[in-house]
């Protein structure tokens, strides 16, 4: 027997075959990472690439101008990171998903962190800006005329449209003859030949600056009487539409006891940093404060404030009821008629889902309005039809009632759709195997029909809850929140979380942006709650089923 000194052979293959090889061959990847770059593709990248430079410079200057040296970094870590990532041909599934991962954090987690951060402060009317700025629109409000006060030819000006646009005031110095520009942020001289003055001293043309008509300033009159312009010794404001005066400050801040006095009649309102307010003695605030860092006594005054937690509450429950029934009774109502449509002995299918989808076709807006119509107790539709003498939105329940039917007129189709769709799924043996065991139509669709439909469309159900829980149009379209009670008018019988938020941030009686923030946060938890909870019940109703 004789021993080879040369290593073990090399494995025997079979005639014909190629030799396993695992993995791409080493020509294939270098082919792969070497691709040429067509002209096309370069200049796709160099204007793409182009592009995300001059954003980076666009958003670099108000970072530096605001100190926001964190940001700044960030800014430019990012800028290095895409420009490395797609001038280098490595990382080829980055390339794609980093994309859409920055338009998630700029779309979807951003906003959710701003909404987060806001709700633990007091931002909304009167709480906007600094206390630099509280403290500038206080004095500024308190200017009046006194005895001796500088008067100015008035030009009304603006650099937009002449019913919309900013409104600037173009005055002319008696004394020097210099012509100012000025608005909520204060005085600018402007260049002598860059304007034309009239021998009364007002401004007939300046360059970049439409002057407004009288009629034009009649209709903005309003807007003409609130400008405040400060100066350094008080304010300017018109008087009338031609004249302006330099006035002076009543109430003046004093620094030494951080308090803002009032020369006519003596009061103090003292800085409160808890509140962002001047508050006096005698508790009364001044409308102008600063925006300031709270804690948690938003989320405190949701759950224990009478005035904020009752309506809450209330909301609460109804918006449950109104997601649930919105959601329920569509899948209801649109499986049934799926059931019925898709029994082999039904004639006409095609033309029967043609005329039941057409709900589905009609924009929802339009729908709202016309079903909001639909419903008038003067003139509507459906009393008119049917004979009734019913207030439908004038009535809490009534109300509620129409809301739900609105919705299932809007609802169904869409569920008669997929449920028609996860019917053809199901085989037909299971059903006529349990018809062969004896089972009833009921029994087989309660055993089998039924348990692989909810598999199918548990997915789609939980998705429609969370979108009917938010759902503002089918609300604010229809009721507006309404009907209300006369103690209470910010908060509606048919509101929505969704709708009651909104009228917080935006409603007329003041903008409370903080609250309307802390409210968001308790609807994003419940929604997520609800929709984890539903999940996790669907993926091991999916395992008993499989």
């Given amino acids: 027997m004789s021993t080879s000194l040369s290593g073990p052979e090399p494995a025997t293959q079979a005639p014909g075959r190629e030799p396993v090889r695992s993995g791409l061959p080493r020509t294939s990847r270098d082919a792969r990472n070497h691709a040429p770059i067509t002209a096309t593709g370069l200049i796709v990248k160099v204007v793409l690439l182009g592009l995300v430079a001059g954003i980076a410079i666009w958003a670099a200057f108000p970072l530096v101008e605001a100190g926001m040296w964190i940001g700044l970094a960030i800014l430019a870590v990012t800028t290095a990171g895409l420009f490395y990532l797609y001038l280098t041909r490595r990382h080829i599934p980055a390339k794609y998903l980093v994309p859409g991962t920055l338009f998630l954090i700029a779309f979807q987690v951003f906003p959710v962190l701003y909404t987060a951060s806001t709700a633990f402060t007091n931002f909304g009317d009167g709480h906007r800006g600094s206390k630099d700025d509280a403290i500038v629109a206080i004095q500024t409000s308190s200017v009046k005329q006194v005895p001796g006060s500088t008067e100015y030819a008035l030009s009304i000006a603006t650099k937009g449209d002449p019913t919309t646009g900013p409104l600037v005031f173009l005055v002319t110095d008696p004394k020097t003859g210099e012509v100012s520009a000025g608005d909520a942020g204060g005085l600018r001289k402007l260049d002598a030949a860059e304007v034309t003055v009239s021998p009364t001293g007002k401004v007939t043309a300046a360059n970049g600056y439409t002057i407004l008509n009288f009629g034009q300033a009649s209709g903005r009159s309003p807007e003409i009487t609130n400008l405040v ?318």
């Avoid at 692989?452 to 379209?477: D, E, T």
Wanted: hydrophobic content about 45%.
């Fill in 229 to 546: 312009v400060p100066t350094p010794g008080g304010a300017l404001r018109s008087n009338g539409l031609s004249r302006a005066y330099e006035g002076k400050a009543v109430r003046a801040y004093d620094a030494g006891c951080d308090c803002v006095k009032d020369s006519e009649t003596g009061k103090t309102w003292t800085a409160d940093e808890a509140t962002g307010s001047f508050v006096a003695a005698d508790g009364e605030r001044l409308a102008q404060g600063w925006k300031v860092n709270v804690g948690v006594q938003n989320f405190s005054r949701v759950l224990t404030d009478p005035d904020i937690s009752g309506p809450f509450f209330g909301t609460l429950v109804w918006n449950f009821a109104f997601a649930i029934g919105s959601t329920g009774l569509t899948f209801l109502l649109g499986m049934a008629i799926a059931l019925a449509l898709h029994s082999p002995r039904m004639k006409g299918t095609n033309l029967y889902r043609v005329l039941l989808i057409l709900p589905y076709a009609m924009p929802s807006f339009a729908m709202l309005l016309v079903w909001r119509d639909m419903f008038n107790s003067d003139f509507g539709l459906v009393n008119s039809l049917f004979g009734l003498h019913v207030d439908w939105f004038g009535e809490a329940w009534s109300a509620r009632s129409a809301v739900l039917l609105v919705q299932l007129w809007l609802g169904y189709p869409y569920m008669f759709l997929v449920a028609t769709g996860a019917l053809q799924a199901i085989p037909r043996e299971l059903t006529e195997a349990t018809s062969v065991d004896g089972a009833s139509p009921w029994q087989s669709f309660k055993s089998v029909t039924l348990p692989l439909l909810l598999v199918a469309l548990s997915p789609l159900l939980i998705a429609s809850f969370a979108y009917n829980f938010n759902n503002i149009n089918a609300i604010w379209l229809t009721t507006e929140g309404g009907p209300f009670a006369p103690d209470n008018p910010t908060n509606g019988a048919t509101d929505l979380l969704i709708t009651y938020t909104y009228r917080l941030a935006f409603g007329a009686q003041g903008a409370e942006f903080g609250m309307a923030a802390t409210v968001s946060i308790f609807i994003f938890a419940i929604v997520a709650t609800v929709s984890a909870i539903s999940f996790s019940r669907t993926r091991r109703q999916e395992d008993v089923y499989s």
